[in-house]
């Protein structure tokens, strides 16, 4: 069936390092793919999506590239910042009717100053 | 645009008492949805509407559970005879259809502990 693998955390980095979280999917179609962070006490809030191969998803800094070869979603950040420490999701959506998205189990990033 | 709102942020129950939860999606959102989410793992799919109509429902975790949006607006969750294994945090997210419908956008969630 369909799932996502991330990345076991936490992960832990000095400001300004760059970051790479993994994210690897199994799907039977062409799923779109998606990044999102989750602040602590909080929801969970969209950061990047790619829909097809090849796309590349970015904002606030991160990227991620649609690679199916490889089926991955790498999520990446050249400079990071205390203030991005979360937890980080990656999920994707292969519709199929149920209709819901498929969840990494989540990689909680900590960044010391 | 105020975003998808859920109420209350936060409940505590005795076990074997009934809890509602609210959700208010984004508005002229179309497709509403039902996660849990429980300690270090990623949220769970448990069910979704399009407007009025509940299309899938397969995935709630038990007779327990259901789920109502009457009047295609607000949704409600309700869990019935809870037991300790229910808590978790429950989030509520919503999509439009005609524009995005991969797309979904979360609410800040229902924090719920059984004791």
Known sequence: G?????????????????????????????????????????????LLKATKADDKGSNKGFEATYRKETTSFHLEKGSVQVSDSAVYFCAMYSGGGADGLTFGKGTHLIIQP | ???????????????????????????????????????GQGPEFLT?????????????LSDRFSAERPKGSFSTLEIQRTEQGDSAMYLCASSLLSLDRETQYFGPGTRLLVL
């Open chain 2, 1 to 39: 645009d105020t975003g998808v709102s859920q109420d209350p942020r936060h409940k505590i129950t005795k076990r074997g008492q009934n809890v509602t939860f609210r959700c208010d999606p984004i508005s002229e959102h179309n497709r509403l949805y039902w996660y849990r989410q429980t300690l």
């Open chain 2, 48 to 60: 979704y509407f399009q407007n009025e109509a509940q299309l899938e429902k397969s995935r709630l």
């Open chain 1, 2 to 46: 369909d799932s996502v693998t991330q990345m076991e955390g936490p992960v832990t980095l000095s400001e300004e390092a760059f970051l790479t979280i993994n994210c690897t999917y199994t799907a039977t179609g062409y799923p779109s793919l998606f990044w999102y962070v989750q602040y602590p006490g909080e929801g969970l809030q969209l």
